[in-house]
């Protein structure tokens, strides 16, 4: 929070919560820090079928990497 505010990115008027994050407005001063969080659960199909869940999705597959190459980039080779 310190670097963002040393760097003055941060709202300064913030006094009404529900007008303090404006970001297409042309009176915007900077952006309003913010928290959230999510939950995916993932089960077995057979198992949500058996209890009768409703199915929203499928995951069909996906992949992973650990080589520690770089934090966002895998190895070229």
């Not at 929070?1 to 303090?20: I, M």
């Not at 089960?43 to 770089?70: N, P, Q, V, W």
């Amino acid at each position: 929070l310190g670097g963002f505010v040393a760097c003055t990115s941060l709202s300064q008027r913030n006094e009404d919560p529900t007008k303090a994050s404006r970001p297409w407005d042309v009176s915007r001063d900077g952006f309003v820090m913010g928290e959230g969080a999510g939950v995916l659960l993932l089960e077995e199909l057979e198992h949500a079928k058996a209890r009768g869940a409703k199915i929203y999705a499928e995951f069909m597959g996906g992949s992973f990497t650990c080589d520690a190459y770089h934090m966002t980039e895998p190895h070229p080779d």
